[in-house]
């Protein structure tokens, strides 16, 4: 069965500081994987997919297959990154829906 | 663009009462997809529409929930009756018709929803 852990529930950092969130996966296959966060008071938003390869608001995710992870990085956080962010997964079988971790809170103090 | 709505925001019933919940997909979205989140837990896929039609309930926890979208626009989800455990956040979520999971999910803002 698909399966996304994220092993930490919260992450507190001081601005400036590097951040890496966890994410691991159980998947049969090749699969295609998210990073959602929700700030506060706002709806929960994608923020990357692996397959885009691409920056977003300076994070970036590497899917390494060997290992079965998808962390997500950041070399300087910022204040406005204090949000709740989750790993997802779309499952296999035609239904796309998706298998999400726990989430963890980040906080990044001033 | 208003982007996918959900009404109401917040409700509180007393265990036993009935509840229903509406979704607004982003226009021209044919997927509609209802999770919820329990809390301390993880959000949880409910079902999946396609249009009208139902692809995937696989999530619906019991018989209690009603899921409907007719016409292939909004869609419900009703409660009945509700219990103390059913209490926590329901997301709905849209995307364009696709083959692959390739397509964002854009998430409504949820109902958190309250059974005493």
């Known amino acids: 069965a698909q399966r996304v852990t994220q092993p930490e529930k919260l992450l507190s950092v001081f601005k400036g500081a590097p951040v890496e969130l966890k994410c691991n996966y159980s998947y049969s296959g090749s699969p295609e994987l998210f990073w959602y966060v929700q700030y506060s008071r706002q709806r929960l938003q994608l923020l990357l997919r692996?397959?885009s390869r691409e920056s977003i608001k300076g994070f970036t995710a590497d899917l390494n297959k060997g290992e079965t992870s998808f962390h997500l990085k950041k070399p300087f956080a910022q204040e406005e990154d204090s949000a709740m962010y989750y790993c997802a997964l779309p499952t296999q079988g035609g239904s796309e829906k998706l298998v999400f971790g726990k989430g963890m809170k980040l906080t990044v103090n001033p | 663009e208003a982007g996918v709505t959900q009404f109401p925001s917040h409700s509180v019933i007393e265990k036993g009462q009935t509840v229903t919940l509406r979704c607004d997909p982003i226009?021209?979205?044919?997927?509609l997809y209802w999770y919820r989140r329990v809390m301390g837990k993880e959000i949880k896929f409910l079902l999946h529409f396609v249009k009208e039609s139902k692809q995937d309930e696989s999530g619906m926890p019991n018989n209690r929930f009603l899921a409907e979208r007719t016409g292939g626009t909004y869609s419900t989800l009703k409660v009945q009756p509700a219990e103390l455990e059913d209490s926590g956040v329901y997301f709905c979520?849209?995307?364009?018709?696709?083959?692959?999971?390739?397509?964002?999910?854009?998430f409504g803002p949820g109902t958190r929803l309250t059974v005493t």
């Open positions: 979520a849209s995307s364009l018709r696709g083959t692959g999971p390739s397509y964002e999910q854009y």
């Open positions: 692996h397959i």
């Open positions: 226009s021209g979205h044919d997927n």
